[in-house]
């Protein structure tokens, strides 16, 4: 993944940063502005569920007591990483960035069938504010 750091400069250079906002990714040291090495644990596709909060004991508490959940997965399997039981809305939305056309044709159906919203191509999210809107209303 992208890593912690580089989502963190994101948002906060977007001012979107906000108190309610937790990232959960993979941590790097650095030593010159190359990467060392990972702060552990290391996430990744085996892991990538809500199993791996017990991993966080802060930011699973925090999270236990949210009920409304938005999640955004780039494979297939991110539909997985929140579970329904503990949480009233969970709205999972599927980046598809996939360049090779052939690739794309065979994964849109199934990210349609999994995600709730699909944003393909770097699209535009203002389906999913829009989403959120109605919600909100």
Not at 32 to 39: A, F, R
Not at 69 to 81: A, K, R
Not at 93 to 108: A, F, I, R
């Amino acid at each position: 993944g992208t890593g912690f750091d580089s989502i963190r400069f994101f948002l906060e250079r977007h001012n979107i940063l906000f108190e309610n906002v937790t990232i959960i990714s993979n941590q790097f040291e650095y030593k010159d502005e190359i990467v060392t090495s990972y702060i552990s644990p290391l996430i990744h596709a085996l892991n990538k569920d809500e199993n791996v909060l017990k991993l966080f004991p802060e930011i699973n508490k925090k999270l236990l007591e949210r009920k409304d959940v938005l999640l955004f997965g780039d494979s297939i399997n991110d539909v997985n990483m929140i579970l329904d039981r503990n949480h009233n809305q969970v709205i999972r939305v599927g980046l598809l960035n996939e360049k090779d056309p052939g690739e794309k044709v065979d994964l849109l159906p199934r990210f349609v069938e999994k995600f709730d919203l699909v944003i393909e191509d770097d699209g535009n999210l203002e389906p999913v504010y829009s989403t959120l809107l109605k919600l909100k209303n």
